[in-house]
């Protein structure tokens, strides 16, 4: 790359609509937000010295690798420029009008989406896989997949709650299929989560706890073979589109390891808010109603088609299938059509019942999410003001912008719920349905204001709780169940190998979720053994425990205790663009059927793991949460108060569940 000889593609995709036509997306390349190195000059530099071209609303976010800050720097163009100059120069960004930022290194900088930034990136493309046996045929009744991974979803689906989101899509899905209510991720935040459950091991297993790693970057990561990739090289068609991994976490999506080559894979690209007033952030925390925006305008419907698109192919294919699609919404920036938010003109949306954070919680425990403040943009809005409200640990939002909030979140949701029942519709159409396994969960959890929690990084149960939903029609009296055990994301990949009829993993000593196939087509109360499932054998009793983790960063020069944090601790803490040997703590957190435990300790960047010593301990927390069947947060948990430091009766469950702690995060020595 030191000749900068090659520039970055961009490539123009036109999605067929069904008879109409979404604009010209532009779909970023080598996974979402990495450019390939192979494409022509940059034009309109007519000195030739910009080595990849610009492309707006991507940051690269690697301080690491940052060699150089350039102030006033007018252009994009001007910064690419700056970038050409020199031979080290692998990735720039330019931003905030006159910055650019230079930077160093093997080309794979991390990004993030930002609308007031443009950048350009070189990325070498992974090397292809050598040659290797011929893909083996299935074996005989080997079933279908259709897997929905959805961004930002709490549980609340399923319910028909007059006073939460309209979901009838999924309300039928939970009809027809069987719902796991305590479905737990093990990280609730998108990468890691992703990586976790795609690969079928924890966080800790394959030491991704940030947005820069990847289970593939773990120690012998190269070679482990992830939940696409088991099927592909077990006979089945795998297909993919949207957000299945995180964009470029890993690299180009896995391609080409986790997908067929039979349909490119159809990436994710969308826009932000538009900012009218100027100065604000379009792509975090803001929802909007853009002028002229239709559902057939939005991300989630290209998805949708492509999805039934692949749908078509494999129909007329004799190899049973993998498809995958990754949904947007309910993730931010709330960008709604207008249509979609008039739905909840006539429902009531109710601010949350404890809007103040939970007694007792400590502050390492709490984030605004990416900013403290929220954004709501109109861009008729003739004035061009952005009305928009700014809060902290102690002061939430008023009532009145909390239910503008979870309004936009309800509608982000409907909007995603009628993209996942036309695929589910064409599923029934090509006579599909009575031999493919539906999969249906979030990626995590999401907070609407509860205890002041918005959006997602933390361990509390509304974002490392999601739901899930499986449905296998040939299962005698799936139908219709609530699952009621523990279950966790990473048990997907053992679960489906076995109900799919695929061989066992090659790597199956290696994972750690458990298969619990059993567990459909039977009501069973946690932890209590029951009669023989229909699925075969004997029921599964379910986990015990469900365990989730989550890091904090930034806080080590922060004042100690009792001396409060600055708000601005909070908006940036949840260590996304942070190397891993700097993340400051880490809580570790555990679910049983009545409780949720968790501890935060320091961590040691040398060792990748928590300071379980006395000086490494920082906080705990205890919440009571018997009773909660996932549909209201606002009951949960009993009494809104971290009951760790109150003693009296939580102290016996306090002992045990700080046991079940150590012995699974420090020693590895626990078994369910």
Same mark, same amino acid.
């Given at each position: 790359f030191?000749?900068? *000889?090659?520039a970055?593609p ?6 067929d609509l ?13 996974s #979402?937000? !990495? ?9 309109g ?6 080595p990849?071209?610009?492309v707006?609303?991507? +940051?690269?976010?690697d301080?690491?690798g ?7 720097v007018? !252009?994009p ?19 905030n ?5 230079l ?7 991390p990004t993030?989406?930002?609308?007031s +930034?443009?950048?350009?990136?070189a990325a ?7 040659? #290797? ?10 079933k279908n997949v259709?897997?929905?991974?959805v ?5 609340g ?10 979901s ?5 899905l939970v ?6 209510p ?10 890691p989560?992703?990586?976790?459950f795609m690969?079928g091991?924890?966080?800790d297993?394959i030491?991704? @706890? ?19 990739e088991?099927?592909?090289?077990? #006979? @089945?068609?795998t297909?993919g589109?949207?957000?299945t ?5 890993p690299?180009?999506w ?5 997908w ?5 894979? %159809? ?5 932000? +808010?538009?900012d009218?007033?100027?100065g604000?952030?379009?792509y ?8 002229g925006l239709?559902?057939?305008?939005t ?10 698109d ?24 709330w ?9 909840y003109d006539?429902r ?5 019942a ?9 502050e390492i425990? %709490? !984030?605004c999410?990416?900013?403290c ?9 003739p004035?061009?003001?952005?009305p ?7 002061t ?5 912008m ?7 979140y ?5 909007l995603?719920?009628?993209q ?5 519709d064409?599923l029934?159409?090509?006579g ?12 995590h959890g999401?907070g ?6 918005w959006?997602?990084?933390?361990n509390?149960?509304?974002?490392a ?9 040939w299962?005698?009296g *799936? ?8 279950v966790e994301l ?8 076995r ?7 090659a790597?199956?000593s ?7 196939t059993?567990?459909?087509g039977?009501r069973v109360?946690?932890?209590?053994s ?6 075969g054998?004997?029921?599964?009793p379910?986990k015990?425990h469900a ?6 960063c ?7 205790p009792?001396?409060? @944090? ?5 908006g ?9 040997e700097?993340i %400051? ?5 555990v679910?049983?059927?009545?409780f949720?435990y ?6 040691n960047g ?13 906080a705990e927390e205890?919440?009571n949460?018997?009773?909660d069947?996932g549909?209201?947060?606002d ?5 809104h ?10 102290? !016996? ?20």
């Amino acid at each position: 790359f030191g000749s900068h *000889s090659c520039a970055m593609p961009i490539r123009q995709h036109r999605v067929d609509l069904n008879g109409g036509v979404l604009g010209a997306m532009l779909v970023l390349l080598l996974s #979402g937000h !990495t450019f390939s190195a192979q494409s022509q000059r940059a034009d309109g530099d007519p000195t030739g010295s910009c080595p990849f071209s610009p492309v707006s609303g991507v +940051c690269i976010n690697d301080h690491r690798g940052r060699v150089a800050q350039l102030e006033g720097v007018a !252009t994009p163009m001007a910064c690419c420029s700056a970038c050409g100059a020199r031979s080290d120069c692998t990735g720039y960004t330019h931003f905030n009008q006159t910055k650019c930022n230079l930077f160093s290194g093997t080309g794979r900088h991390p990004t993030t989406t930002m609308p007031s +930034c443009s950048s350009g990136l070189a990325a070498p493309s992974p090397p292809n896989p050598s040659p #290797g046996p011929p893909t083996p045929p299935a074996p005989p009744g080997a079933k279908n997949v259709l897997y929905f991974v959805v961004d930002d979803l709490r549980t609340g689906i399923g319910y028909n709650d007059p006073a939460g989101p309209l979901s009838p899509n999924l309300d039928k899905l939970v009809a027809s299929g069987t719902y796991f209510p305590h479905a737990y991720v093990q990280q609730a935040v998108c990468a890691p989560s992703r990586n976790s459950f795609m690969s079928g091991r924890r966080p800790d297993s394959i030491q991704v @706890w940030n947005f820069i790693d990847t289970f593939r970057s773990a120690p012998g990561g190269t070679y482990w073979i992830p939940m696409p990739e088991h099927f592909k090289k077990s #006979g @089945w068609i795998t297909l993919g589109g949207g957000k299945t991994y995180h964009p470029n976490r890993p690299t180009n999506w896995d391609e080409p390891y986790s997908w067929s080559q039979d349909r490119p894979y %159809f990436p994710f690209a969308e826009p932000g +808010c538009p900012d009218p007033g100027g100065g604000g952030n379009g792509y975090t925390h803001s929802f909007c109603l853009p002028d002229g925006l239709t559902v057939e305008g939005t991300y989630d419907y290209a998805l949708a088609n492509h999805t039934i698109d692949s749908l078509r192919y494999v129909a007329s294919t004799d190899r049973p299938w993998f498809v995958m699609a990754g949904f947007r919404r309910p993730h931010l920036p709330w960008r709604l059509p207008q249509a979609i938010w008039d739905m909840y003109d006539d429902r009531t949306v109710k601010p949350a019942a404890v809007p103040n954070m939970y007694t007792g919680m400590p502050e390492i425990a %709490f !984030t605004c999410g990416d900013r403290c403040s929220w954004e709501t943009w109109n861009i008729s809005n003739p004035s061009g003001t952005t009305p928009s409200e700014n809060f902290t640990m102690a002061t939430p939002v008023s009532d009145t912008m909390a239910v503008s909030l979870r309004r936009a979140y309800f509608a982000a949701l409907t909007l995603m719920d009628s993209q996942v029942g036309r695929v589910l519709d064409e599923l029934d159409t090509l006579g599909l349905r009575n031999d493919t396994i539906v999969v249906f969960h979030g990626d995590h959890g999401w907070g609407l204001g509860e205890g002041n929690l918005w959006h997602k990084f933390t361990n509390f149960e509304h974002t490392a709780r999601t739901p899930l939903v499986i449905r296998a029609p040939w299962i005698v009296g *799936s139908a219709g169940q609530v699952a009621t055990q523990l279950v966790e994301l990473v048990d997907l990949y053992p679960t489906l190998a076995r109900l799919s009829g695929s061989p066992i993993p090659a790597n199956a000593s290696a994972l750690d979720g458990t298969d619990f196939t059993p567990a459909l087509g039977r009501r069973v109360h946690p932890f209590k053994s029951s009669p023989p499932s229909s699925a075969g054998g004997t029921a599964w009793p379910g986990k015990s425990h469900a365990f989730s983790q989550f890091p904090r960063c930034g806080e080590g020069d922060l004042p100690s205790p009792p001396t409060p @944090w600055p708000t601005a601790a909070f908006g940036a803490n949840y260590c996304k663009g942070t190397r891993r040997e700097a993340i %400051f703590a880490m809580g570790y957190s555990v679910r049983d059927a009545q409780f949720r435990y968790t501890r935060w300790h320091r961590w040691n960047g040398s060792a990748l793991a928590g300071d379980w010593t006395p000086s490494g301990f920082l906080a705990e927390e205890l919440y009571n949460h018997t009773g909660d069947n996932g549909s209201d947060f606002d009951a949960f948990p009993i009494g809104h108060a971290n009951l760790a430091d109150t003693g009296g009766a939580a102290t !016996t469950e306090l002992q045990a569940l700080r046991k079940v702690a150590e012995d699974f995060f420090r020693w590895r020595n626990y078994s369910q």
